[in-house]
């Protein structure tokens, strides 16, 4: 479940009471969700380009199965008012991807290149939508993905034993149940090198990086750091991560968010939050 993400240009966290917190780039209303009550699990459009980083849109899970979106709806990706039975939720570059209790998937907004092309899944127990692909874990610990397939970003059909996947702009993450770490599609920035990373808990991807949690609390980062995105090496006591186009965040064990990055519409300033609800990991 995201208790803290981020997406283009804005943060969203869901705090301790089922409400939910947004700050940054309100341009099309993705952070307009002082209404919202009872969400389980929130989720943020993202998209790698800076012209368009108003171009976002913020999901919200609610405890009755039910989906509710804010903000840009060009492509209808916010059309989710009449979902049910959904258990997670996962937004990408004008779409929004859910996961139905039964193991299905269901996706609405851009299709260009079958990015929503979800309904033949089944047993899946976790998504992830990347900027024009979309992942999905078997409940086998395999992994099926589709969409633009440019870098190979798709190609992850002899993935095993993975826990836990994230998407970023072209590129994808799943980790495995000995705390390894596998990363395919583009690596332009190295945002794939994750080879030698060990006793990972916990991963996220942004656009153009990546970065993981230890299961000593320690934060570790690779790829684009134009923002100084990837500077974690000091975080500490980390139980959440999430990373947005050019901003890296994190949940501290004792409630505290931290972030860095790319804060050019204020969204890394969420050093007041709390009661953001601690996931399990």
């Known amino acids: 479940m995201g208790t803290l993400v981020g997406g283009s240009r804005h943060t969203v966290g869901l705090q301790s009471d089922g409400t939910v917190i947004a700050i940054g780039d309100n341009k099309c209303g993705q952070c307009a969700l002082e209404m919202w009550h009872h969400i389980v699990d929130v989720a943020a459009g993202s998209v790698h380009r800076a012209a368009n980083t108003g171009n976002a849109h913020t999901v919200g899970l609610k405890s009755d199965g039910g989906v509710i979106a804010a903000g840009w709806d060009k492509h209808g990706q916010c059309d989710v008012n009449d979902w049910h039975g959904i258990s997670a939720v996962a937004a990408g570059w004008c ?5 139905k209790c039964d193991g299905s998937v269901i996706a609405v907004g851009r299709n260009n290149e079958g990015e929503c092309n979800t309904s033949n899944w089944q047993n899946i127990i976790a998504i992830a939508a990347g900027d024009w692909h979309t992942v999905g874990l078997v409940k086998t610990g395999s992994v099926v993905a589709i969409g633009n397939n440019r870098y190979k970003q798709c190609a992850v059909s002899d993935w095993k034993n993975i826990i ?13 149940a000995d705390g390894t770490v596998v990363a395919i599609g583009k690596n332009i920035d190295k945002q794939c090198d994750v080879a030698d990373w060990h006793n990972i808990v916990a991963i996220a991807a942004g656009s153009k990086h990546t970065v993981a949690i230890q299961e ?11 923002f100084g995105q990837c500077e974690v090496t000091s975080w500490r ?4 991560i999430a990373a947005g186009c050019g901003h890296t965040l994190g949940l501290k064990k004792d409630g505290r968010v931290l972030a860095i990055g790319d804060n050019s519409h204020g969204q890394c300033d969420v050093h ?3 009661n953001i609800q601690i996931p399990i990991l």
């Open 237 to 240: 006591d980390m139980v959440a």
């Open 272 to 274: 007041t939050w709390h």
């Open 95 to 99: 779409r929004t991807i859910g996961l």
């Open 164 to 176: 836990a996947i994230d998407a970023g702009y072209l590129h994808t993450v799943g980790l495995q």
């Open 216 to 226: 000593d609390g320690v934060v570790v980062a690779t790829g684009d750091n134009r």
